[in-house]
């Protein structure tokens, strides 16, 4: 069986949809904090049981009968590293056969301040004996048209990412490829480094913004601790507006960038543009 954590979060549930076209429910096991939010899921046949990143005696019974785990990196940040400790231990207890991890794109040489506990994991992963292999994940397209609205809204696409290029994918198509891998081969030891096919700056972001909506939206870039500021002033948490504006300044040394080109070749197509999500996100509104 295969087991996915976090799986009524955005990516697991997308990893869910992605597994059931490989194979059949019964295979699949959907772990979450919260049974009851993850109905939907059960009603199409997925076992769904409970573990709690932050509750280990949850994950050894969730664990059981497990082959494949993908391990979705917690969104609890400074917490990150002891949470996932705890997964790694009880799947080595319970005889999990491969470890698949959510990670971040060049993780062990990464500028961007949220790698720090993702090059731990994967340490803590080196360490466990425990066969496993890294997704590490570059940007999700999602990341920056959340705040398309805004920007619409102000003609402005705020930032701190200068002319950086970003090479972000679709959140789905970070979730194929991790069901492309958990029901691969051989994938233990790999490290994939997945980006999208294309990149471009947040100038040309907000170019496309204005092409496709009709309303003239302009980048404005803006020195880190002024951006972290207006990300505070808007209501942020503080760790987030933190995370933001850091990897935005991170983007600008080329954190975010990559050109191999693994993601589509996971997928066996191109990634998605991110015109065509930008497309989607500007007809729900």
Known sequence: MIAITGATGQLGRLVITALLEHVQADQVVALVRDPLK???????GVDVRHADY???????????GVEKLLL???NELGQRVEQH???IDA?????????????????????????????QTEHALQNS???????????????YLAGVGSALAHHALLGSAEDGRISSASRADYAEAAAVVLTGSDQAGKVYELAGDDSYSLSELAALITRQSGTHVAYQNLPEAEYRKVLLDIGLPEPVAELLADSDSAAAKGALFDDGKQLSGLLGRPTTPVAVSLQQALATG
């Open 38 to 44: 993850a109905e939907d899921i059960a009603e199409r």
């Open 54 to 64: 932050s509750q280990p005696s949850t994950l050894g019974t969730a664990l059981v």
């Open 72 to 74: 979705i990196s917690s």
């Open 85 to 87: 400790q705890a997964v």
């Open 91 to 119: 799947a080595k207890a319970a005889g999990v056969k491969l470890v698949a991890y959510t990670s971040v794109l060049h993780a062990d040489t990464s500028a961007l301040g949220l790698a720090e506990e993702h090059r």
């Open 129 to 143: 004996g425990v066969p496993y292999v890294l997704l590490r994940n570059g940007w999700y397209h999602e990341n």
